[in-house]
């Protein structure tokens, strides 16, 4: 099947034909679905932090910020703008001049408060010497989209969201790369004032971000009295997933080449998995608010990691109990409570003496942890807290999207549209064993949780096949902490319009 060409991308590309069987195999037979138990709720599964609580577990974070443990935000950035845009390559492709969509006519009603609206008429001015107003008054209304979103002007529909200006202040307008930088020394400053912070992006726009950062870098410093260290890093291609064709062949290029794809935000795990530090926080680029709200948002990551760091401790300390012997009957019960109550892992077996009780704790207790910001369903897209039965026939929960879900059935679906919650992407993790070493994440990825979906290449259907999401089956064997935090902390920006909303204002 495969030629000698082929068997040299996949060398180059560092992936065996052994990992190409299984994703060929996966397009031929499909991924098994998730058996649902029930949607995630305050009621069962999700955390609603009480006043004294919260004031214990945001010392516990302060108290963890004081010590030698490294700390770092990971910032998922390589999406492309042009989603974002949509609308306005609609417009450009129309047969009709002036505004004329509700959206449209919102864009350019409300033009002067985007915040690029400065660099947009100085781009004007140099490819037409007429500013936004001068064209809108003549009718130059494309004009004005050309100059914002293609290569002749400022590119927008073709950048990653992280390099657009989304926020206007008075010393300089904002992207998203320096709002996640101004928001990190808020909560994720360490003793030596130090803020890590790593974006994964693209390759062709790695350099771009270099220069944003060089050129940024050292004003943050001074006005945040803070230091950055910043790194990156690119979708390794080793994740990339072969394209097969409508009859699950290899698809293969005019020019006879197999084509691979993108694995999605799913493949990021490698990246994840590279980096050494004890907490990483993950957030997504465009969800980020002007420094008006930032410390409503810091409040509640630093309580995201309070909890993390104190059922985590309370996980090693049990874990070192176990492991030493040192547990008789009660204290297996109240660990396995733990497990129950605290951590949602309902199990199914039987424990018929103690060394198998004992054995089950540490499997479940030995593994990495994650808290996840959950905020109230309100119709956005995205997925959604679940409890999910796991191949070891426990329950657990867990994010799902909706490709996760078997669409005959009817529990299942139930509960997916009713569900009280969603994931705003939202994570704290702690990737560190409880004697410090770091967990090897590739291998708590549940494989069986990928999906296919179908694309086009040069007017030929194909069929893609995504990883197990970054936050969903990537991170399924993970213990899971679900916690209630307000829709205030959500501000995502989806389309162009959404900067106009009060949040990025």
């Known amino acids: 099947m495969f030629t000698k060409e082929d068997l040299a991308l996949l ?25 649902i138990v029930d949607a995630a709720s305050v009621e069962k599964g999700i955390l609603r932090v009480s006043n004294a609580e919260e004031k214990e577990y945001l010392t516990a974070w302060q108290d963890f ?19 974002m845009f949509k609308d306005l390559f609609a417009f450009l492709d129309a047969d009709y001049n002036v505004p004329k969509t509700q959206f ?30 001068e064209l809108m008054q003549l009718g130059e209304y494309k004009s004005i989209v050309r100059n914002l979103l293609l290569p002749e002007g400022m590119n927008y529909g073709n950048l990653p969201k992280g390099l657009l200006l989304f926020h206007n202040y008075d010393e300089g307008n904002r992207t998203p790369v320096g709002e996640h930088l101004t928001e990190g020394t808020y909560y994720a400053k360490d003793k ?4 890590d ?15 944003l950062v060089a050129a940024r ?19 390794k291609p080793s994740t990339d997933t ?27 795990i490698e990246n994840l998995n590279d980096i050494d530090s004890d907490i990483i926080f993950i957030k997504n680029i465009d969800n980020v608010v002007p420094d008006r709200l930032k410390e409503n948002e810091a409040h509640y990551k630093k309580l995201l990691a309070g909890i993390l760091v104190v059922m985590q401790q309370r996980a090693f300390e049990y874990l070192k109990e176990l492991i030493a012997g040192e547990c008789n009957s009660n204290k297996l019960q109240e660990i396995l409570k733990f497990t129950e109550n605290e951590l949602c892992i309902a199990s199914n077996k039987f424990f018929s003496d103690d060394e198998k009780l004992k054995n089950y704790l540490i499997s479940k207790l030995d593994r990495p942890f994650r808290v996840c910001g959950m905020v109230k369903n309100v119709g956005e897209p995205g997925g959604g807290p679940f409890i999910v039965e796991n191949p070891d026939g426990t329950a657990s929960l867990q994010i799902l ?50 999906f296919i979906s179908q694309k086009s290449k040069n007017g030929k259907e194909l069929k893609a096949l995504e990883l197990p999401g970054l936050w969903n089956g990537a991170m399924s064997d993970w213990n899971t902490i679900f916690v209630e935090v307000p829709i205030s902390t959500f501000n995502p920006v989806k389309t162009v319009i959404d900067l106009l909303r009060t949040e990025h204002q």
């Open 11 to 35: 060398q180059e590309k560092n992936i065996s034909q052994q990992q190409i069987d299984a994703q060929l195999n996966y397009f031929k037979n499909g991924f098994p679905f998730l058996n």
């Open 65 to 83: 910020l004081k010590t030698d443990k490294k700390v770092t935000k990971f910032v998922p950035a390589s999406g492309a703008a042009s989603r």
């Open 104 to 133: 449209e006519k919102q864009f350019f009603d409300n033009i002067e408060l985007f915040a690029f609206y400065e660099a947009l008429s100085e781009s004007c001015r140099k490819s037409f010497e007429k500013s936004v107003a």
């Open 192 to 195: 030596e004032r130090m803020v």
């Open 197 to 211: 912070t790593h974006f994964t992006v693209s390759e062709e726009h790695k350099d771009l971000f270099e220069l």
């Open 217 to 235: 870098k050292m004003g943050y410093e001074l006005k945040l009295d803070a230091k950055f260290k910043i790194s990156y890093s690119v979708q």
């Open 242 to 268: 072969i394209a097969v064709d409508m009859n699950n062949n290899p698809f293969r290029e005019d020019d006879g080449a197999l084509l691979f794809r993108p694995g999605g935000h799913g493949a990021l």
């Open 401 to 450: 999207e909706s490709s996760q879900i078997d669409k005959n059935d009817t529990k299942a679906i139930d509960a997916f549209k009713h569900g009280s919650h969603f994931n705003p992407v939202d994570l704290i993790c702690g990737v560190k064993n409880h004697k410090g070493d770091k967990f090897d994440l590739t291998k708590y990825v549940d494989k069986n949780t990928g």
